[in-house]
Protein backbone atom coordinates (compact mmCIF):
# COMPACT_ATOMS: atom_id res chain seq x y z
CA UNK A 1 0.00 0.00 0.00
CA UNK A 2 0.72 3.65 -0.41
CA UNK A 3 2.97 5.46 2.42
CA UNK A 4 1.48 7.60 4.28
CA UNK A 5 3.34 10.09 6.61
CA UNK A 6 1.00 12.12 9.55
CA UNK A 7 3.08 14.28 11.75
CA UNK A 8 2.79 14.42 14.81
CA UNK A 9 1.60 11.35 16.29
CA UNK A 10 0.43 13.03 19.93
CA UNK A 11 0.44 16.29 20.77
CA UNK A 12 -0.39 18.00 23.90
CA UNK A 13 -1.01 21.77 24.19
CA UNK A 14 -2.37 24.70 25.88
CA UNK A 15 -5.72 26.30 25.30
CA UNK A 16 -5.32 29.12 23.02
CA UNK A 17 -2.22 28.24 21.41
CA UNK A 18 -1.95 26.54 17.15
CA UNK A 19 -0.90 23.48 16.49
CA UNK A 20 -0.06 22.41 12.64
CA UNK A 21 -0.59 18.40 12.02
CA UNK A 22 1.51 17.28 8.82
CA UNK A 23 0.50 14.78 6.37
CA UNK A 24 2.80 13.54 3.76
CA UNK A 25 2.09 11.03 0.32
CA UNK A 26 5.63 9.92 0.53
CA UNK A 27 5.04 7.68 -2.73
CA UNK A 28 2.48 8.80 -4.62
CA UNK A 29 0.84 12.30 -5.81
CA UNK A 30 -2.18 13.65 -3.73
CA UNK A 31 -4.25 15.77 -5.71
CA UNK A 32 -6.93 15.31 -3.06
CA UNK A 33 -6.70 15.56 0.93
CA UNK A 34 -9.23 14.53 2.92
CA UNK A 35 -9.09 15.49 6.71
CA UNK A 36 -11.51 13.66 9.33
CA UNK A 37 -11.91 13.63 12.75
CA UNK A 38 -13.18 11.00 15.30
CA UNK A 39 -14.39 11.10 18.80
CA UNK A 40 -14.28 8.28 21.48
CA UNK A 41 -15.63 5.58 19.97
CA UNK A 42 -17.30 7.27 17.11
CA UNK A 43 -16.30 6.76 13.62
CA UNK A 44 -14.41 9.17 11.18
CA UNK A 45 -16.45 12.31 10.20
CA UNK A 46 -15.36 14.32 7.22
CA UNK A 47 -13.64 17.88 8.38
CA UNK A 48 -12.72 19.37 4.83
CA UNK A 49 -11.99 18.32 1.08
CA UNK A 50 -8.57 19.53 0.00
CA UNK A 51 -7.08 19.89 -4.24
CA UNK A 52 -3.78 21.10 -4.50
CA UNK A 53 -3.36 24.26 -5.28
CA UNK A 54 -7.16 25.30 -4.00
CA UNK A 55 -8.99 26.22 -1.36
CA UNK A 56 -10.69 23.56 1.09
CA UNK A 57 -14.20 22.65 1.01
CA UNK A 58 -15.32 22.49 4.58
CA UNK A 59 -18.06 20.30 5.72
CA UNK A 60 -20.92 21.83 7.64
CA UNK A 61 -20.56 23.41 11.11
CA UNK A 62 -16.87 22.77 10.41
CA UNK A 63 -15.48 26.40 10.99
CA UNK A 64 -12.93 27.21 8.44
CA UNK A 65 -11.12 29.83 10.15
CA UNK A 66 -10.56 27.68 13.25
CA UNK A 67 -9.17 24.59 10.76
CA UNK A 68 -6.90 25.94 8.62
CA UNK A 69 -6.14 23.64 5.53
CA UNK A 70 -2.97 23.90 3.32
CA UNK A 71 -2.23 21.98 0.50
CA UNK A 72 -0.25 23.80 -1.36
CA UNK A 73 1.73 20.67 -3.22
CA UNK A 74 1.11 17.23 -4.45
CA UNK A 75 2.61 15.36 -1.45
CA UNK A 76 2.56 17.69 1.38
CA UNK A 77 -0.73 18.99 3.15
CA UNK A 78 -0.94 20.34 6.67
CA UNK A 79 -4.17 21.38 9.29
CA UNK A 80 -3.84 24.22 11.97
CA UNK A 81 -5.88 24.45 14.71
CA UNK A 82 -6.14 27.53 15.58
CA UNK A 83 -6.86 29.48 19.21
CA UNK A 84 -7.39 25.39 20.44
CA UNK A 85 -9.80 24.85 23.14
CA UNK A 86 -10.64 21.59 25.10
CA UNK A 87 -13.46 20.97 22.85
CA UNK A 88 -10.75 20.73 19.64
CA UNK A 89 -9.38 17.67 21.11
CA UNK A 90 -9.43 14.59 19.24
CA UNK A 91 -8.26 12.17 16.44
CA UNK A 92 -7.32 13.90 13.77
CA UNK A 93 -6.61 11.89 10.08
CA UNK A 94 -5.60 12.59 7.14
CA UNK A 95 -6.41 10.57 3.64
CA UNK A 96 -4.47 11.75 0.49
CA UNK A 97 -5.93 10.35 -2.44
CA UNK A 98 -4.37 10.19 -6.50
CA UNK A 99 -7.46 10.38 -8.30
CA UNK A 100 -10.65 8.74 -8.56
CA UNK A 101 -11.61 5.02 -8.04
CA UNK A 102 -8.39 4.54 -6.19
CA UNK A 103 -7.79 2.76 -2.99
CA UNK A 104 -8.17 5.05 0.32
CA UNK A 105 -4.89 5.45 2.50
CA UNK A 106 -4.88 7.06 5.48
CA UNK A 107 -2.28 8.23 8.11
CA UNK A 108 -1.59 7.38 11.37
CA UNK A 109 -3.62 9.78 12.70
CA UNK A 110 -2.62 12.54 15.72
CA UNK A 111 -4.29 12.64 18.98
CA UNK A 112 -4.78 16.24 19.71
CA UNK A 113 -5.27 16.84 23.98
CA UNK A 114 -5.59 20.89 24.72
CA UNK A 115 -5.17 21.37 28.69
CA UNK B 1 -26.88 12.04 2.69
CA UNK B 2 -25.42 8.61 2.10
CA UNK B 3 -25.43 6.53 5.78
CA UNK B 4 -23.17 3.95 6.23
CA UNK B 5 -24.58 1.31 9.44
CA UNK B 6 -22.88 -1.63 10.72
CA UNK B 7 -23.91 -4.24 13.04
CA UNK B 8 -23.35 -5.75 15.41
CA UNK B 9 -21.19 -2.89 17.40
CA UNK B 10 -19.07 -5.50 19.14
CA UNK B 11 -18.81 -8.73 18.40
CA UNK B 12 -16.71 -11.48 21.01
CA UNK B 13 -15.82 -14.81 19.60
CA UNK B 14 -13.42 -17.31 20.99
CA UNK B 15 -10.72 -18.40 18.74
CA UNK B 16 -11.10 -20.35 15.53
CA UNK B 17 -14.74 -19.14 15.06
CA UNK B 18 -15.53 -18.03 11.40
CA UNK B 19 -17.16 -14.24 11.48
CA UNK B 20 -19.32 -12.26 9.73
CA UNK B 21 -19.11 -8.27 9.93
CA UNK B 22 -22.21 -6.67 7.93
CA UNK B 23 -22.63 -3.10 6.52
CA UNK B 24 -24.69 -1.87 4.94
CA UNK B 25 -25.36 1.53 3.13
CA UNK B 26 -28.09 4.24 1.67
CA UNK B 27 -27.50 5.22 -1.42
CA UNK B 28 -26.49 2.57 -3.55
CA UNK B 29 -24.85 4.68 -6.20
CA UNK B 30 -20.98 4.48 -4.95
CA UNK B 31 -17.85 3.61 -6.48
CA UNK B 32 -16.29 1.65 -4.25
CA UNK B 33 -16.52 0.41 -0.84
CA UNK B 34 -13.22 -0.05 1.54
CA UNK B 35 -12.81 -2.16 4.38
CA UNK B 36 -10.44 -1.21 7.39
CA UNK B 37 -9.02 -2.16 10.23
CA UNK B 38 -8.33 0.55 13.47
CA UNK B 39 -5.98 -0.79 16.36
CA UNK B 40 -7.29 1.75 19.35
CA UNK B 41 -5.47 4.91 19.15
CA UNK B 42 -3.92 3.91 15.49
CA UNK B 43 -5.22 5.08 12.03
CA UNK B 44 -6.74 3.05 9.62
CA UNK B 45 -5.34 -0.29 7.56
CA UNK B 46 -6.76 -0.83 4.01
CA UNK B 47 -7.80 -4.85 4.20
CA UNK B 48 -10.41 -5.09 1.32
CA UNK B 49 -11.05 -2.31 -1.62
CA UNK B 50 -14.27 -3.62 -3.60
CA UNK B 51 -15.43 -1.54 -7.15
CA UNK B 52 -18.82 -1.32 -7.33
CA UNK B 53 -19.00 -3.62 -10.31
CA UNK B 54 -17.54 -6.37 -8.25
CA UNK B 55 -19.10 -9.13 -6.03
CA UNK B 56 -16.32 -9.88 -3.85
CA UNK B 57 -12.32 -9.46 -2.43
CA UNK B 58 -10.39 -11.94 -0.87
CA UNK B 59 -7.24 -11.40 1.05
CA UNK B 60 -5.87 -14.58 2.94
CA UNK B 61 -8.60 -14.98 5.64
CA UNK B 62 -10.88 -12.24 5.10
CA UNK B 63 -13.44 -12.10 2.26
CA UNK B 64 -15.49 -8.97 1.65
CA UNK B 65 -18.32 -9.48 -1.09
CA UNK B 66 -20.93 -6.49 -1.97
CA UNK B 67 -24.44 -6.36 -3.39
CA UNK B 68 -24.75 -2.64 -4.31
CA UNK B 69 -27.85 -2.61 -5.62
CA UNK B 70 -29.65 -3.80 -1.95
CA UNK B 71 -26.80 -1.75 -0.02
CA UNK B 72 -25.18 -4.58 1.79
CA UNK B 73 -21.29 -5.61 2.25
CA UNK B 74 -19.83 -8.42 4.19
CA UNK B 75 -17.00 -8.79 5.58
CA UNK B 76 -15.70 -12.55 6.36
CA UNK B 77 -13.00 -13.44 8.92
CA UNK B 78 -11.85 -16.92 8.50
CA UNK B 79 -10.21 -18.98 11.75
CA UNK B 80 -10.33 -16.00 13.52
CA UNK B 81 -7.19 -15.20 15.73
CA UNK B 82 -6.53 -13.06 19.07
CA UNK B 83 -4.32 -10.18 16.73
CA UNK B 84 -8.26 -9.70 14.77
CA UNK B 85 -9.31 -8.34 17.67
CA UNK B 86 -9.77 -4.26 16.69
CA UNK B 87 -12.53 -2.08 15.42
CA UNK B 88 -13.86 -2.89 11.86
CA UNK B 89 -14.82 0.06 9.80
CA UNK B 90 -16.66 -0.27 6.51
CA UNK B 91 -16.71 3.22 3.89
CA UNK B 92 -18.23 3.71 0.99
CA UNK B 93 -17.25 5.98 -1.66
CA UNK B 94 -20.13 8.38 -3.28
CA UNK B 95 -19.83 10.33 -6.48
CA UNK B 96 -18.31 13.31 -4.32
CA UNK B 97 -15.26 11.11 -4.32
CA UNK B 98 -15.34 11.09 -0.13
CA UNK B 99 -16.07 8.58 1.80
CA UNK B 100 -18.70 8.14 4.09
CA UNK B 101 -17.48 5.48 7.02
CA UNK B 102 -19.83 3.00 9.47
CA UNK B 103 -19.77 3.46 12.66
CA UNK B 104 -17.38 0.52 13.47
CA UNK B 105 -17.93 -3.29 14.65
CA UNK B 106 -15.39 -3.69 17.42
CA UNK B 107 -13.86 -7.12 17.42
CA UNK B 108 -12.75 -9.26 20.40
CA UNK B 109 -11.04 -12.57 19.72
CA UNK B 110 -10.53 -14.88 23.01
CA UNK B 111 -7.65 -16.93 22.89
Known amino acids: GAVVSQHPSRVICKSGTSVKIECRSLDFQATTMFWYRQFPKKSLMLMAT?????????EQGVEKDKFLINHASLTLSTLTVTSAHPEDSSFYICSPRGGENTEAFFGQGTRLTVV | KQEVTQIPAALSVPEGENLVLNCSFTDSAIYNLQWFRQDPGKGLTSLLL?????REQTSGRLNASLDKSSGRSTLYIAASQPGDSATYLCAVRGTGNQFYFGTGTSLTVIP
Open chain 1, 50 to 58: SNEGSKATY
Open chain 2, 50 to 54: IQSSQ
